[in-house]
Structure formats: structure tokens, C-alpha cells
């Protein structure tokens, strides 16, 4: 069982940054990968990036590609969501979740934290 708890949401102005949070106790094992979702107003949940445990491999959903950059800190069991260049269509829920690497589905997921883009 793994837990997770996000933090780091707020009001922002376009073009602006931000810095996500997600806590992770329980059993954290090599082989698990590490994503980040979202869910604006309106919308489906959609895959924002994703990071493996082990060797930090990293992948990008386009829109957010370039401006944004997920990272890990195996110490402190915490993964990371920098936003910078902040735009409006980013306004959304945010939520990190983990699975293993050879799974499909997440498994595990955050209870989210708002993320409020201002044009």
C-alpha cells in the first residue's frame, strides 16, 4: 500500500511558475513509476508526466513539454512538478499517482491540489 499527499497548488498569473509536491509513504519499490495527472474544469483526466523510481527516466504529455519538469528525491520519497510559463489551459486539479512499471493502470493516487492559471 502505498499513500500519496500532494502539495504546492495556489493562484497564479500566466507566465508564472510553480512547484508541486507529492509525498510518498508506504512500501516504495524500485520498479515503480511515478505520474502526474490532471482534470480542468470540464474536461477528462489527462497524463502530464511521469518519472521512473529507479533511473529517473522522464516522459512529457506535448502541451506541457518544455515548461514543465518532473524530478524525484529517493531520499525523501517526494516527487516533484515544476510548472514554469504558466498558461490559463493548465487551470486544473492535479493529482500524482504510482504504479509499477510494468502495470497499465495507477493504482495509487493523491486526493489533488488546485492549480489556478489567471490570464
Known amino acids: 500500500q502505498v499513500q500519496l499527499v500532494e502539495s504546492g497548488g495556489g493562484l497564479v498569473q500566466t507566465g508564472g511558475s510553480l512547484r508541486l509536491s507529492c509525498a510518498a509513504s508506504?512500501?516504495?519499490?524500485?520498479?515503480?513509476?511515478m505520474g502526474w495527472f490532471r482534470q480542468g474544469p470540464g474536461k477528462e483526466r489527462e497524463f502530464v508526466a511521469a518519472?521512473?523510481?529507479?533511473?529517473?527516466?522522464?516522459t512529457y504529455a506535448d502541451s506541457v513539454k518544455g515548461r514543465f519538469t518532473i524530478s524525484r528525491d529517493n531520499a525523501e520519497n517526494t516527487v516533484y512538478l515544476q510548472m514554469n510559463s504558466l498558461k490559463p489551459e493548465d487551470t486544473a486539479v492535479y493529482y500524482c499517482a504510482v504504479k509499477r512499471d510494468v502495470a497499465v493502470k495507477y493504482p495509487y493516487w493523491g486526493q489533488g491540489t488546485q492549480v489556478t492559471v489567471s490570464s
Open positions: 518519472i521512473t523510481w529507479s533511473d529517473g527516466f522522464t
Open positions: 508506504g512500501r516504495i519499490f524500485s520498479s515503480y513509476v
